[in-house]
């Protein structure tokens, strides 16, 4: 990655201004219920800390839409993380501009952690407010930049407050931006992509920007249906873009300017209804009944699927093969993720659904690597600029 990183400063005694992303889900009774997204930038704020770094963390929680509420205070993330950093002093404060925080912050000794109150109770946030931005980079003397799920988002904490202090990269960020830029700059042959998920017009600019790139691309999901519709399919009561027709077929044409194989499903788990304990059947795609519906890739696809990704280099995965909340409906989307597993290659998912299935499927960890950020991570693969990563210094 050629933007310069946390490694790139002598941090004793300076303030670091990080932006985490630390939008973590929780219960009713404000409790955590998944912290992966506080673990990942664990190993940037112990690094700061342990280089003797006054550590001031900033992020957003939820959609507060400019104004407080306790329900989206960062408070419980705060004595959250505390647990998780025994050996370091970490505190909060309930604002993230003002006198308050500006006293917090000359509170801190070399090595301890403040967090911010969610800088989405400010209007000005989303707005990437200039004012909003330069309260914010008077808090610190360097900001790192460690939000990958933010990344596409020019706001104040993001791309605002790096106009205002130099600007670096967490270890996240880095890992982030090298990985998935070296997958689509130069992947390791067989290149093999699979996109998923429910419509064509939600992944268009993925597609186009992978085919040039990939040996085969691999498409299930509701999206599927209106690439098969193209081919002459009748899809019956399956979800079809008809806006869409016109753009699937002009990606058929472009994987085969490319010499791209584009892979469909030739057989699909079918049902009347739209339910979770609906009665469901395999079809051939050409083969569905008036009344049914494809709600996941049949096992012929299944194994073709496979067999493509165990053959692969460098496996990229964004959205699922079928409606996989629903067990029935699950079985594309888990065996895609354990052909992943077992192939000798570099696997690497991407988006909100397929993090979830991986993290369902109990593989996760098996992955070379899983994105923390769903719409950075597809803006990543559409070729798009992210804001975020932009504002950061080159090396």
Known sequence: MAKKTIEDVQWQGKRALVRVDFNVPMNDALEITDDTRIRAA?????YLAGHGAKVILMSHLGRPKGERNEKYSLQPVAEHLQGLLSDIQVSFVDDCVGDKVKAAVEALRDGDVLVLENVRFYAGEEKNDKDLAQAFAELGDVFVNDAF??????????AGVAAYLPSVAGFLMEKEVSIMGEALANPKRPFVAIIGGAKVSDKINVIENLLPKVDA???GGGMANTFLAVQGNDMAKSLVEADALDTARKLL????????????????????QFAADAEYTVRKVSELAPDEMALDIGPDSIKAFQA?????????WNGPMGVFEMPAFAKGTFAIAE??????????????????????????????HVSTGGGASLEFLEGKTLPGVAAIEDK
């Open 339 to 368: 052909a992943m597993v077992e192939a000798d290659a570099t696997t690497i998912v991407g988006g909100g659904d397929s993090v979830a299935a991986v993290e369902q499927a109990g593989v996760a960890e098996k992955m070379s």
């Open 149 to 158: 799920g933010t990344a596409h988002r020019a706001h104040a904490s993001t």
């Open 42 to 46: 664990l190993p940037t704020i112990t």
């Open 253 to 272: 044409d472009l994987a085969k300017e490319h010499n791209s194989r584009l892979l469909l499903p030739t057989d699909v788990v079918a049902a009347k």
């Open 217 to 219: 691309l691999l498409i």
């Open 308 to 316: 493509e990704i165990k053959g692969a280099k460098t496996v990229i």
